[in-house]
Antibody, heavy 120, light 106 residues
Framework: QVQLVESGGGVVQPGGSLRLSCAASGFTFSSYTLHWVRQAPGNGLEWVALISYDGINKYYADSVKGRFTISRDNSKHTVSLEMGSLRAEDTAVYYC?????????????WGQGTLVTVSS | SYELTQPPSVSVSPGQPATITCSGDKLGGRYISWYQQKPGQSPMVIIYQDSKRPSGIPERISGSKSGNTAILTISGTQPMDEADYYCQAWDSSIVVFGGGTKVTVL
């Protein structure tokens, strides 16, 4: 079945860096746009970034632009989020999610999330 | 930046309909998706393209849109429907979520 599994979360000091990964299985990975979405403790969902199926197009939320980089490896079925200059407000559960086929439609499959805590 | 506005909370009695609104500028020209999130779980899409239900989502959950407001309706609300609900749209190539609505089944 379709599965997304995030990893790489942990505790990091302000100003530090962290790399999250998402391993996909059960579908034709190279055909789908993928997203990172985060949720701070007790808060709502905040979209972070997306990468197109071929890795060419990448878009970011203003809150992370210039600090985070999304990438993918279609041969390994993985999508990554390189996070730098981390701030306390980046503390959140980070979810990897798959875009429904057909463009700007919706996100149909989500991972279980990985927790990132930015604290000294 | 584009914003979607949802009521923070909705309370409903078991068996009664629950209605959650999501408003935003020029919503008529954008597809809306709705997500359900229960405590400790990942979000799950329950409506996409305004009114389509993924397989496995019961017919008592429906989506509609009128002007700049999208509406999620849960008819015959059950205790299992108690959750947070988020609407989502696109602003060009950026994804936007509403602030979420907590549905309480009293």
């Amino acid at each position: 079945q379709v599965q997304l599994v995030e990893s790489g979360g942990g505790v990091v000091q302000p100003g530090g860096s962290l790399r999250l990964s998402c391993a996909a299985s059960g579908f034709t990975f190279s055909s789908y746009t993928l997203h990172w979405v985060r949720q701070a403790p007790g808060n709502g969902l905040e979209w972070v970034a997306l990468i197109s199926y071929d890795g060419i197009n990448k878009y970011y939320a203003d809150s992370v632009k210039g600090r985070f980089t999304i990438s993918r490896d279609n041969s390994k079925h993985t999508v990554s989020l390189e996070m730098g200059s981390l701030r306390a407000e980046d503390t959140a559960v980070y979810y990897c999610a798959r875009n429904l086929p057909g463009g700007n439609v919706g996100l149909d499959c989500w991972g279980q999330g990985t927790l990132v805590t930015v604290s000294s | 930046s584009y914003e979607l506005t949802q009521p923070p909370s909705v309370s409903v009695s078991p068996g009664q309909p629950a209605t959650i609104t999501c408003s935003g500028d020029k919503l008529g020209g954008r597809y809306i998706s709705w997500y359900q999130q229960k405590p400790g779980q990942s979000p799950m899409v329950i409506i996409y393209q305004d009114s389509k239900r993924p397989s496995g989502i019961p017919e008592r959950i429906s989506g509609s849109k009128s002007g700049n407001t999208a509406i999620l309706t849960i008819s015959g609300t059950q205790p299992m429907d108690e959750a947070d609900y988020y609407c989502q749209a696109w602003d060009s190539s950026i994804v936007v979520f509403g602030g979420g609505t907590k549905v309480t089944v009293l």
